[in-house]
């Protein structure tokens, strides 16, 4: 079983930033991606960034060029740094991690004010 405990979120005005952190912890030997999804009012959770062992990433085009995502292998820690932030990035930001299964943070809020 992983464990993911996320941080950050809140609300901040429009062209501002945001930094997400996740902890994961359980049996964090089995993680083999982490990322982010996210929820926007009224849409399917969607894809934002994620981030393998080896270092690879990807990125909705939305976010691309904005959000940067960055990992700590070793603590099993993934963060998401989001610049440039807009009222279309109002959503509740969800952690990922990938191993024998996929498992989920609670979730936290982000609000971008215009």
């Known amino acids: 079983q992983v464990q993911l405990v996320e941080s950050g979120g809140g609300l901040v005005q429009a062209g501002g930033s945001q930094r997400l952190s996740c902890a994961a912890s359980?049996?964090?030997?089995?993680?083999?991606?982490m990322g982010w999804y996210r929820q926007r009012p009224g849409k399917q959770r969607e894809l934002v960034a994620i981030?393998?062992?080896?270092?690879?990433?990807n990125y909705a085009d939305s976010v691309k060029g904005r959000f940067t995502i960055s990992g700590d292998n070793a603590k099993r820690t993934v963060y998401l740094q989001m610049n440039g932030l807009n009222p279309e990035d109002t959503a509740v930001y969800y952690c990922?991690?990938?191993?024998?299964?996929?498992?989920w943070g609670q979730g936290t809020q982000v609000t971008v004010s215009s």
């Open positions: 990922y991690a990938r191993s024998e299964r996929a498992y």
């Open positions: 359980g049996s964090i030997f089995s993680i083999n991606a």
């Open positions: 981030i393998t062992s080896g270092g690879s990433t």
